[in-house]
C-alpha cells in the first residue's frame, strides 16, 4: 500500500492512479492502518494525477522527528569523525516538513543536501528490544535532511536542530509505502542527484545502525508515537565535504530516490526578506 497525500485529501497510489480513502479512513490513517491496507487490495475509483500535486504524505504534523548523524561509515568518515559506539541523535522540529514536489527557500549561508530513508512510526511504543525494532514501523518513504551548514556547525559543541529546521527543510514522501510493498527493506539502494549528477550513492545495508537497532535505542529514551519519523542518517557525498564545497542555489534541481519506496524532486529559491 502506498499512502499520499493529495488535495488535502488522503489517498492510495495504484497503478491506475490516485484513489481517494473512504471518508471515515481520513485523520485515523496511522491507528487503522491495517483496515485500511485490507482496503486498498480492492480500491476503485483510482484516476491520473500530476505526481507534482502530491503533499508531504503524513495525515497531520508529527510530534516527534528524530534524526541520526553518521550512520554510513563513508560519511563518518569525510565528515572526519570516529564510528560512533551508539546512534547519534537530534530532531527536525515538525514545521520543516514540505511535500516531495516543492520550491525550497533558501536561506542566508550554505545550504546542503542529505538524502535519508525514513521509518514511520505507526504504533506507541516503548523500550522496543532490538530483535522487535521493525514492530512499531508500519511505512517507509524518502527524505531529505536538508542542512544550513554555517549555523549547524558554528558552535563548541555544534548543536544541530535549528539549522536543519528551517521551512522546508524537511521534504518527506511521496508515500507512505507499507513494508509488504518493498522486496527487502534492509538493503535499499539510495540515490541523489543535483542537476542529472550523482551526488550520493549507497544502500541501507550499510547503516550503522539500521532501523531496528535505532527504535530499540531511542525507546529507550522517548515514547514512541504513532505519526513519528526517524529520518535514518545520510550516506557520504554531501557538499561541504566536497572539494571545492558545493551548496544548493537556485539553479539546481534535487532528485532523491530510494529503490522500492519512491523519488522525489525539489528545487530552490532565494528567501525573499
Ligand atoms: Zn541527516
Redesign the pocket.
Known amino acids: 500500500m502506498r499512502i499520499a497525500q493529495l488535495a488535502g485529501r488522503t489517498v492510495v497510489l495504484t497503478p491506475e492512479g490516485a484513489a481517494e480513502v473512504p471518508a471515515d479512513f481520513e485523520g485515523h490513517v496511522l491507528e487503522r492502518w491495517d483496515e485500511l491496507h485490507d482496503w486498498s487490495r480492492s480500491a476503485t475509483g483510482a484516476r491520473p494525477y500530476d505526481e507534482a500535486e502530491l503533499e508531504a504524505p503524513l495525515p497531520g504534523i508529527p510530534r516527534q522527528i528524530f534524526?541520526?548523524?553518521l550512520n554510513y561509515r563513508p560519511h563518518t568518515a569525510e565528515a572526519g569523525y570516529e564510528e560512533p559506539e551508539s546512534p547519534l541523535v537530534f530532531t527536525k522540529f515538525p514545521t520543516c516538513l514540505t511535500g516531495p514536489h516543492t520550491t525550497v527557500e533558501l536561506p542566508p549561508g550554505h545550504v546542503d543536501w542529505?538524502l535519508?530513508l525514513v521509518a514511520v512510526i505507526g504504533r506507541e511504543a516503548r523500550r522496543v528490544p532490538v530483535d522487535k525494532g521493525w514492530e512499531p514501523v508500519v511505512a517507509l518513504t524518502v527524505g531529505q535532511?536538508l542542512?544550513e551548514r554555517v549555523a549547524q556547525l558554528a558552535g563548541r559543541p555544534a548543536q544541530f536542530s535549528l539549522a536543519?529546521s528551517h521551512p522546508g527543510f524537511g521534504p518527506i514522501g511521496p508515500a507512505l509505502v507499507s513494508l509488504d510493498e518493498i522486496p527487502d527493506r534492509d538493503d535499499l539502494e539510495l540515490t541523489c542527484e543535483l542537476n542529472g549528477e550523482v551526488v550520493q550513492h549507497d544502500r541501507t545495508a550499510n547503516m550503522i545502525f539500521p532501523i531496528p537497532r535505532l527504535v530499540s535505542h531511542l525507546s529507550e529514551f522517548c515514547t514512541l508515537l504513532p505519526g513519528d519519523l526517524v529520518?535514518t542518517?545520510?550516506p557520504a557525498g554531501v557538499g561541504n565535504r566536497r572539494t571545492p564545497q558545493r551548496f544548493l542555489t537556485p539553479a539546481d534541481e534535487l532528485v532523491s530516490r530510494i529503490g522500492g519506496v519512491g523519488e522525489m524532486r525539489h528545487r530552490f529559491r532565494k528567501a525573499t526578506s
Open positions: 534524526a541520526v548523524a542529505e535519508e535532511d542542512s536543519k529520518f542518517g545520510t
